[in-house]
């Protein structure tokens, strides 16, 4: 089984930083690509940040600018989030997608980790 930890969501005023963190164990063989998203309450889930293996990374463009994803190692990914808006206040998931063979491609989802931006 595969299982993803978040960590460091909070409560930051218009302006501040945080840093969000998100590391997979279990039975991962081959990562493609590891990735943040986002959701408020009546709204889509949407994809704030990803990177792949390979390095290649994809923001928002609502983030772009003020956010950085980067993987400290083979299981972690790590969100630096500056200048940080009320808009941006969501609860941010950690998604893996993973390749095992005899199974092809995977998707696992964190359990969330809520960010709130106010003053």
């Known amino acids: 089984q595969v299982q993803l930890v978040e960590s460091g969501g909070g409560l930051v005023q218009p302006g501040g930083s945080l840093r969000l963190s998100c590391a997979a164990s279990g039975s991962i063989l081959s990562i493609n690509a590891m990735g943040w998203y986002r959701q408020v309450p009546g709204k889509e889930r949407e994809l704030v940040a990803s990177?792949?293996?390979?390095?290649?990374t994809r923001y928002a463009d609502s983030v772009k600018g003020r956010f950085t994803i980067s993987r400290s190692n083979r299981n972690t990914v790590s969100l630096q989030m500056n200048s940080l808006s009320p808009e941006d206040t969501a609860l941010y998931y950690c998604?893996?997608?993973?390749?095992?063979?005899?199974?092809?491609?995977?998707?696992?989802w964190g359990q969330g980790t809520q960010v709130t931006v106010s003053s």
């Open positions: 990177i792949t293996t390979g390095g290649s």
């Open positions: 998604k893996l997608d993973h390749w095992r063979p005899g199974t092809g491609s995977l998707i696992n």
